[in-house]
């Protein structure tokens, strides 16, 4: 069982869609952490979420961390070729100081 | 890019051989990561490094030793590998070891146990 589950695990769309990719957990996250990773490529963080609630931007990327701190979730607006990847949420759950990483959602948006 | 040279790249070997894997840095980062990445899982961590000679377990470490003798270098071995360690290793490093810290990841070591 992954500490970290993430929803949908693979998603197909059309260029100019919008999406939402779901990190949900039993645990409270101190922070949480979200990557994408490329073919042949190590991940690369693109945001971290502290506070419960708080929502970050990034461009056409918004990232929401939960009231409980227990999920966050990334939605795409407007998606383009270049978002295709793997993203991965990632974090410290509060009881340990181990790092996990979830189960990741495969993105891939058509031209 | 963080400066992080993963070697081999690709590897393929047999069961029951010793293979080591080697992590390289020139950031002078204090914390040094293994991860295996398989379908289905994420990346999941082996073990990690805290400073020269100081490591300790991650969730998935049965069959995995690691060493760190100089700041720069972090060594996955193997002693036996099994069919079951074949998967994409990831070795990353940060700062501190802290939640919020972002981890910079090197490229993988695919490596295949036959």
């Known amino acids: 069982t992954q500490l970290l589950e993430q929803s949908p695990q693979f998603l197909s769309i059309q260029e100019g869609e919008n999406l939402t990719v779901y990190c949900n957990s039993s645990?409270?996250?101190?922070?949480l952490q979200w990557y994408r990773q490329e073919p042949g490529e190590g991940p690369v963080l693109l945001v971290t979420?502290?506070?419960?609630?708080e929502v970050k931007k990034l461009k056409r990327l918004t990232f929401q961390f939960g009231d409980a701190r227990k999920d966050s979730s990334l939605h795409i607006t407007a998606a383009q070729p270049g978002d295709t990847g793997l993203y991965l949420c990632?974090?410290?759950?509060?009881?340990?100081?181990?790092?996990?990483f979830g189960t990741g959602t495969s993105l891939t948006v058509i031209p | 890019d963080a400066g992080i040279t993963q070697s081999p790249r690709h590897k393929v070997t047999e069961t029951g051989t010793p293979v080591t894997l080697r992590c390289h840095q020139t950031?002078?980062?204090?914390?040094m990561y293994w991860y295996r990445q398989d379908p289905g899982h994420g990346l999941r961590l082996i073990h990690y490094?805290?400073?020269?000679?100081?490591?300790d377990k991650g969730e998935v470490s049965d069959g995995y030793s690691v060493s760190r003798s100089k700041t720069e270098d972090f060594l996955l071995t193997l002693e036996s590998a099994t069919s079951s360690q074949t998967s994409v290793y990831f070795c990353?490093?940060?700062?501190?070891?802290?939640?919020?810290?972002?981890?910079?990841f090197g490229d993988g070591t695919r490596l295949s146990i036959l």
């Open positions: 990353a490093i940060s700062v501190t070891g802290g939640n919020n810290q972002p981890q910079h």
């Open positions: 645990s409270v996250f101190s922070s």
């Open positions: 979420v502290v506070t419960g609630g």
């Open positions: 990632a974090g410290s759950p509060n009881t340990g100081n181990q790092f996990y």
């Open positions: 950031e002078n980062h204090r914390y």
């Open positions: 490094s805290y400073g020269v000679k100081d490591t």
